[in-house]
């Protein structure tokens, strides 16, 4: 993305803090550090998504401050050229491409952050910034707001608010803007492609990780930075774990096999579950329990509309899979009862939907007041994701059902008016799965 897009995120921040009910303020938002394995092993750098949001500065350990009505807004303090260190892990930009590449409008070596805090903070009421997001900084922050509102009686100006900066950033990240909808459709175009390529892959013998490297090899393949979240492959069973971590089970013919993974690209993540039957075929019980739960996924994606709230997508689902568990002999009384009781959640257990973005499960308030949930914009991105999971060892559950997890999870934009399945290039329906099964697998070049 280009720094003019990112100029204008930082000018919609500052604007909202210049308009501040807490006076004053300026904000501090840390890039994310280096997590080490073990020794001097890293894990992959994952930028903070905030920090990326305002900044695209793609390095660990920087800091920004923003400063609404200074002369220079922007500052960011960077870790310094060093031709030693970037033999081993990479070239830096250092303070000169910090300005030239990243419009700082000012920048400074990450050293000196700490002997300019004083002058930083003097002379605003209020500062954005998270407590905790990095610790190694709440201790100079901390200290250097004391020194300073020691001295309030000599004229000081200090903050004494300190406001998370989710409260504005998040909110602004929760609305998409044009190129934002591109990236997450280009994350969500690639996420599919590798559940296509895996959906002809899938045989018996195959182990969960097989299937795993072959998602995980086209998303690459297609330009993705990383994976999104941790890859789920649970064959049988394993389903019923909802985020399954071992992969090491083998394909038995007979078995479901649910794969959730997605692709992240340039930023943003793409979100995806499907079912599908080891063998190429959907045995009855499996195909009724299926059906039930695409049809709860098609009752929520009819809600997903400017004006409805979040609740009522998930209220739409959990009516369908009751209804549907009451007729397959899972639940028995009466639905609205039942509905009220939250008896469906002996069989599903999570919510339907989450926000999509930089994080998979991405920022934005789900509730208006404590009792009301967020009313549906156009821009907002979110999933739609119900499931029947039914554990092999409930015997209060039909035999036929026992071992049986099933999840279907697309990923939907809200337009002006209605919405849009951006992961509708993957098949669904039941016969539709079956006869992509049949294709042959061509393998990736």
């Known amino acids: 993305m280009s720094t003019e897009i990112h100029l204008r995120r930082r000018k919609h921040f500052l604007d909202a803090m210049d308009g501040s009910v807490h006076g004053k303020s300026m904000a501090i938002i840390p890039a994310a550090t280096m997590r080490y394995r073990s020794h001097d092993q890293s894990f992959p750098f ?9 900044t695209d500065f793609p390095e660990p350990d920087a800091i ?35 300005k030239e590449r990243f419009g700082a409008d000012a920048s400074h070596e990450l050293e000196e952050f700490e002997k300019a805090l004083p002058d930083l903070l003097s002379g605003y009421d209020a500062l954005y910034y998270r407590p905790g997001r990095r610790p190694s900084l709440d201790h100079p922050i901390q200290s250097t707001l004391e020194k300073l509102r020691a001295k309030t009686r000599d004229g000081v100006r200090v903050p004494w608010a300190i406001v998370d900066p989710g409260t504005v950033l998040h909110e602004h990240r929760l609305i998409k803007g044009p190129e934002e909808i591109d990236a997450i459709r280009r994350a969500v175009a690639v996420s599919a492609a590798g559940h296509l390529a895996a959906m002809r892959f899938i045989r018996a013998g195959l182990l969960e990780l097989d299937v795993q490297a072959v998602l995980e090899y086209v998303f690459k393949r297609h330009g993705a930075e990383d994976v999104a979240f941790d890859t789920v492959v649970a064959a049988g069973a394993n389903a019923c774990i909802l985020h399954y971590p071992q992969k090491q089970s083998r394909l038995e013919d007979g078995d479901l096999l649910l794969m959730d993974a997605g692709a992240l690209l340039d930023g943003y993540s793409g979100d995806i579950t499907r079912t599908v039957p080891i063998s190429g075929k959907f045995s009855p019980a499996q195909r009724r329990l299926y059906d ?13 509309r400017p004006g409805r709230d979040i609740g009522d997508v998930h209220a739409a689902a959990v009516r369908v899979l009751t209804e549907g568990m009451v007729d397959a002999g899972l639940l028995e009384g009466e639905v609205d009862q039942l509905i009220s009781d939250k008896e469906y959640n002996k069989y599903y257990t999570h919510r339907t939907s989450h926000w999509l973005g930089m994080d ?22 979110l999933t739609i994701e119900p499931g029947i999971y039914v554990p092999s060892n409930d015997t209060s559950a039909p035999e036929e059902y026992r071992g049986i997890g099933i999840r279907i999870e697309d990923d939907f934009l809200v337009t002006p008016d209605g919405a849009e399945n951006l992961s509708s290039a993957i098949p669904r329906a039941a016969t539709e799965i079956e006869r992509l099964m049949e294709e042959p697998f061509d393998p990736p070049a």
Do not use: N, S
């Open 292 to 304: 039930i739960v695409l049809a709860a996924l098609c009752a929520a994606g009819d809600e997903t």
């Open 46 to 54: 994952y930028q903070d998504p905030d920090f990326r949001y305002l």
């Open 360 to 381: 998979v499960h991405d920022v934005g308030r789900y509730f208006e007041t404590e009792t009301k949930t967020r009313t549906l914009e156009a821009g907002m991105a």
């Open 64 to 98: 920004a401050v923003l400063r609404p009505g200074h002369d220079k807004p922007f500052t960011l303090f960077v870790l310094p050229r060093d031709p030693a260190k970037e033999t081993w892990t990479g070239r830096r930009f250092g303070v000169e491409g910090a």
